[in-house]
């Protein structure tokens, strides 16, 4: 008589957890039964019976199981791959994923979950450009051209082209949006040059007078007036 009620009891059980759905922390196997989750850090070995509880097993180094559940395998562990951009921040433990981020002078192009799958180096500003603004973990890095009357040979900041007449120079070469013009110092009169021409305007003005001098006896004869006797 027992035997026969705890048949009937069993089979009782089995079809109330077939015909209904299961509570919040169960989990309907293959055969239809309302199971016991697993605890996180482990997912379902054997699945329950009507004589048995749910035989759990521990995640494996590399994977893990953040929630409890009705699993039968892990999840595998992210890889923060360097060749990605990215570096891991959080290591992967049984019961939580590994945490990616993005690596100094990159900024993510490929999000999942808000988290960064893949990322890029910031470009770099050509010679001629300038950095407006810089890269971040989120965005790239802005270039712009430097505008007429500037330079940058390294493509970080533009720079004004030296004004040569200011520092009292002569301009050789022209300036270009990668190189600043090029200035010379004046060249200055040595002592023997400025002697030299010194000694041209004293001989040139020697000679203006030994001129006039000469001019002035001829002129004289010509205007004197005969004397009586």
Excluded at 185 to 208: H, T, V
Aim: net charge positive; charged share 20%.
């Amino acid at each position: 008589m027992r035997a026969t009620l705890f048949i009937y009891a069993s089979a009782f059980y089995h079809f109330l957890s077939v015909g209904s759905a299961c509570g919040p922390s169960e989990y309907k196997s293959a055969y239809g039964e309302c199971c016991p989750v697993c605890n996180i850090g482990s997912v379902v070995y054997r699945d329950c019976s009507e004589f048995m509880s749910t035989t759990c097993k521990p995640c494996t180094p590399g994977t893990f199981m953040s929630k409890p559940n009705g699993l039968h395998q892990c999840f595998t562990c992210k890889h923060c791959a360097e060749s990605q951009g990215l570096y891991v921040q959080s290591a992967c433990t049984t019961i939580s994923d590994a945490i990616c981020d993005v690596l100094d002078g990159y900024h993510c192009i490929d999000y999942a979950n808000s988290q960064c799958r893949h990322a890029e180096k910031h470009s770099v500003c050509r010679p001629g450009q300038e950095t407006k603004t810089p890269g971040t973990k989120s965005s790239d890095t802005v270039c712009v051209d430097c505008p007429l009357g500037f330079y940058s040979p390294s493509g970080l900041n533009c720079t004004k082209w030296k004004d040569c007449a200011a520092r009292n120079e002569k301009q050789t070469e022209n300036g270009s949006p990668v190189k600043d013009v090029t200035c010379k110092q004046k060249p200055k009169e040595r002592l023997g040059d400025l002697f030299g021409s010194f000694k041209k305007i004293y001989r040139s003005l020697f000679s203006e007078v030994q001129k006039a001098i000469n001019e002035t006896f001829m002129q004289e004869p010509q205007q004197r007036t005969p004397s009586k006797r």
